[in-house]
């Protein structure tokens, strides 16, 4: 058994040293027993390396992670280390092995390392401690790091500072920088730093810099965790601060300059543009869709697809835009994803023929590749324009419950179109407050191809419409409720 101690200060060059030997001399990983510096001493033998054996080669990629990793507080990250070197000389494309437990608990490593070095150069706050016979001012910092990572970050300090002396004390290693030489020291215990006349300067300057208004606690502790509060000084003005912040967030409001009245009256133009004012009969609403030109998509589309059903459905259907049988049949629904809606719907007991079934962009977009035309997603502008049309149906349909099929429908009507998969089965308020049921869009039941997940997607879009049906079914044993 050949047993290992490395070294507080040169852990990497001492570590990667014994690999080499241990692997030129083909010594597996079981016979090896590696101490870590903070560890207790071994009470059954001494250090000992093999004699020096052949050359030995080691993939670029694994000299990288090694050198990031092997500063993990892990006690057993130097057997990790070794134990995949030792699997890595007879398969060299285990670096590439995206699905190997062990590499992939390296990598892990090596990003805590790389994480916990940003924090480093994040956090670190000197104080200056006097100035040296040769003029150099001299400053010091206390840091408390989650690995080892003040050798290997270092240098970052020595070009950054290398005008001044300083000092970076932690409870492991300490980096000493002093007339331009770097060295290092075993660890300290936490020393009584004076107080420094910048230091107010700063907390000024952070106070000022933070912006109420964008506050996100949650994300702010995520970047900045409380664990290094205590060692940074601005950090005990932050509870006041996140504490004062809903009330400078509405001052920063009450005091923001407003816009002059002509350009108020063109951005007041322009929102009304998008809300219908269609006061025209039911009947010659299609005929004015057909006719619409308010976007571009009218130039390339065959024509525009109104909506269809009873004049006074209680549910309305809403897609996100005609496909290319829609488009070229002017009937919504008629397409692939129109007939997987509807026999989901007979099985979930919706009725299809009492529905008003509709889509929020009238006219198809796509991109035209050989002889056929592949769906592209509208723009949030082309919803927009859409959105006169879909208003005017909405007002003449009057529904209790709209069912909005996919991001383009949930954009529209709720003015949010992300994160479908964790909303869908939810009610939402939409237009004039009416209740909106967000789901899938059948269309992305059909693209997906791993048949497992169709199916689960499958099951969910059914029981949302199996969710429309029943709420349907209460509204009218209560006449005058909306579903919600």
Not at 30 to 49: M, V, Y
Not at 184 to 210: C, M, R, V
Not at 273 to 297: F, N, Q, V
Not at 311 to 321: I, K
Request: include cysteine; proline fraction near 8%.
């Amino acid at each position: 058994m050949h047993r290992v101690s490395l070294p507080a200060i040169g852990t990497a060059k001492a570590w990667r040293e014994a690999a080499r030997a241990f692997l030129a001399a083909a010594v597996p990983p079981e016979q090896i027993l590696w101490n870590d510096h903070a560890a207790a001493p071994d009470l059954f033998g001494e250090d000992s390396l093999p004699r020096a054996g052949g050359p030995v080669s080691v993939p670029r990629s694994f000299i990288s992670m090694a050198e990031t990793a092997v500063w993990h507080s892990d006690p057993e990250r130097f057997a990790r280390l070794y134990a995949f070197l030792w699997r890595l000389k007879d398969a060299p494309h285990l670096m590439a092995d995206r699905g190997d437990p062990d590499l992939a608990k390296l990598r892990q490593m090596e990003k805590n390392v790389r994480r916990c070095q940003h924090k480093m150069k994040a956090f670190v706050r000197f104080r200056e401690i006097g100035t040296a016979e040769d003029a150099r001012r001299s400053f010091a910092a206390w840091f408390e790091p989650s690995h080892h990572t003040v050798e290997p970050t270092a240098d970052f300090f020595v070009r950054r500072f290398s005008d001044m002396d300083w000092r970076i004390l932690t409870p492991d290693v300490s980096a000493i920088f002093e007339r331009g030489k770097l060295s290092f020291q075993e660890g300290h215990s936490k020393p009584d730093l004076p107080e420094d006349a910048g230091e107010q300067l700063w907390i000024t300057y952070f106070q000022n810099i933070f912006n109420p208004a964008r506050l996100k606690v949650k994300a702010m502790q995520s970047e900045m965790p409380k664990k290094y509060w205590k060692n940074m000084p601005e950090a005990a003005f932050i509870p006041q601060m996140i504490a004062d912040a809903p009330t400078r967030a509405r001052a920063m409001a009450e005091a923001a300059p407003t816009l002059p009245p002509a350009r108020m009256a063109q951005v007041q133009a322009q929102l009304a543009a998008c809300d219908s004012a269609w006061d025209g009969p039911a009947e010659e609403l299609p005929k004015a869709i057909r006719a619409c030109t308010r976007c571009p998509l009218h130039c390339h589309a065959t024509q525009a697809v109104p909506g269809e059903g009873p004049a006074s459905a209680d549910l309305m259907v809403v897609g996100e835009q005609p496909g290319d049988m829609e488009d070229l049949s002017g009937r919504p629904f008629v397409g692939p994803a129109g007939q997987m809606f509807d026999n989901i719907a007979a099985s979930a007991g919706l009725d299809r023929e009492a529905a008003f079934v509709t889509n929020a962009v009238k006219h198809f977009k796509f991109a035209p590749r050989g002889k056929r035309r592949i769906h592209q997603r509208p723009e949030r502008s082309e919803i927009e324009h859409c959105r006169w049309w879909l208003d005017a149906e909405i007002a003449q349909v009057r529904p209790k419950l709209i069912l909005a099929m996919g991001a383009t429908a949930a954009q529209s009507l709720t003015g949010n179109g992300a994160n479908i998969l964790s909303r869908r089965g939810k009610i939402e308020a939409g237009p004039d407050g009416l209740p909106v049921l967000v789901t899938l869009h059948p269309s992305y039941l059909l693209r997906l191809p791993d048949r497992a997940a169709r199916e689960k997607a499958s099951a969910d879009f059914k029981q949302d419409l199996v969710t429309a049906a029943e709420l349907i079914a209460e509204a009218k044993q209560s006449p005058g409720a909306r579903p919600g």
